[in-house]
Nanobody
Framework: QVQLVESGGGLVQAGGSLRLSCLVS????????IGWYRQAPGKQRELVAT???????KYADSVTGRFTISRDNAKNSVYLQMNSLKPEDTAVYLC???????????????WGQGTQVTVSS
């Protein structure tokens, strides 16, 4: 089973910055896309940013220009640098990775427990 452990959340004032980290265990698995989603109270889970093995990235419109995703394939880690934070960025941020044991298995999405990010106005 693949395990994801997030860190780096916390409380910050509007305009501030935070850096989230996610470590993916079970390195014997092949990892495809890896990224971040977020879920605010009473709202649906939404994509924040994803990074593919080839280095390509995708961002939600609401964070483009403020957030930067990066991945370290050697460390099976992904990071989310969040700048110019706004109160509406407040949510639980969840790390996700698409992985499979081998080519004989299907790709499966794995999720971390999440880390709380709170932005005060």
């Amino acid at each position: 089973q693949v395990q994801l452990v997030e860190s780096g959340g916390g409380l910050v004032q509007a305009g501030g910055s935070l850096r989230l980290s996610c470590l993916v265990s079970r390195t014997t698995f092949s990892i495809n896309a890896i990224g971040w989603y977020r879920q605010a109270p009473g709202k649906q889970r939404e994509l924040v940013a994803t990074a593919n093995p080839d280095g390509s990235t995708k961002y939600a419109d609401s964070v483009t220009g403020r957030f930067t995703i990066s991945r370290d394939n050697a460390k099976n880690s992904v990071y989310l640098q969040m700048n110019s934070l706004k109160p509406e960025d407040t949510a639980v941020y969840l790390c996700t990775a698409r992985a499979r044991r081998s080519v004989l298995y299907p790709w499966t999405d794995y999720w971390g427990q999440g880390t709380q990010v709170t932005v005060s106005s």
